[in-house]
T-cell receptor, first 114, second 112 residues
């Protein structure tokens, strides 16, 4: 069974530029998550989708971050414009459903903003 | 608001030792608790998932316990090996907001 796929793996941009990350969840998983992990910290949930609807985006900085999950499968996370403090690893995860289902994580995208 | 704490923040042991990593959480209303391993520059690998109705889970040399009423979990690693060197993260999924809340991790170094 293929795992959660993410691209790119690494990205370096200058502040005020824009960037987009892509995630393809495990086949059949209805729930998709984007996390931000700053160096030395645990991951923090940015947004959670159930199929193509948003369940929780309470910690998403909506003035610069956006995410979509068209057709309820793969998803993109965009940052525009980027700030220095956005330097982090962005992790995508998926699960069969909400509640007690296990979450499976992708390899992450390491973003460096200079 | 759920908060997860992991102690110690870092641990260095010689190969072959048995060790215990600790995780505590403030709200006992959880669906489950997961232990993850994270290698430098990599994503998260799920090690063990304990549902709220369970007391422990085992996988190979790993054993995780859960005491929901006291808000604590431990990850026991038997006969540690250099390949176990990584950061270990604990996360709980609470029934309120239904999202994983992570601790800051324990960085483990096992020396040959």
């Amino acid at each position: 069974e293929a795992g959660v796929a993410q691209s790119p793996r690494y990205k370096i941009i200058e502040k005020r530029q824009s960037v987009a990350f892509w995630c393809n969840p495990i086949s059949g998983h209805a729930t998709l998550y984007w996390y931000q992990q700053i160096l030395g910290q645990g991951p923090k949930l940015l947004i959670q989708f159930q199929n193509n609807g948003v369940v929780d985006d309470s910690q998403l900085p909506k003035d610069r971050f956006s995410a979509e999950r068209l057709k309820g499968v793969d998803s993109t996370l965009k940052i525009q414009p980027a700030k220095l403090e956005d330097s982090a690893v962005y992790l995508c995860a998926s699960s069969f459903g909400t509640g007690g289902w296990e979450q499976y994580f992708g390899p992450g995208t390491r973003l460096t903003v200079t | 608001k759920q908060e997860v704490t992991q102690i110690p923040a870092a641990l260095s042991v010689p190969e072959g030792e048995n060790l215990v990593l600790n995780c505590s959480f403030t709200d006992s209303a959880i669906y489950n608790l997961q232990w993850f391993r994270q290698d430098p520059g990599k994503g998260l690998t799920s090690l063990l998932l304990i549902q709220s109705s369970q007391r422990e889970q085992t996988s190979g040399r790993l054993n995780a316990s859960l005491d929901k009423s006291s808000g604590r979990s431990t990850l026991y690693i038997a006969a540690s090996q250099p390949g176990d060197s990584a950061t270990y993260l604990c996360a709980v999924k609470d029934t309120g907001f239904q999202k994983l809340v992570f601790g800051t991790g324990t960085r483990l170094l096992v020396s040959p």
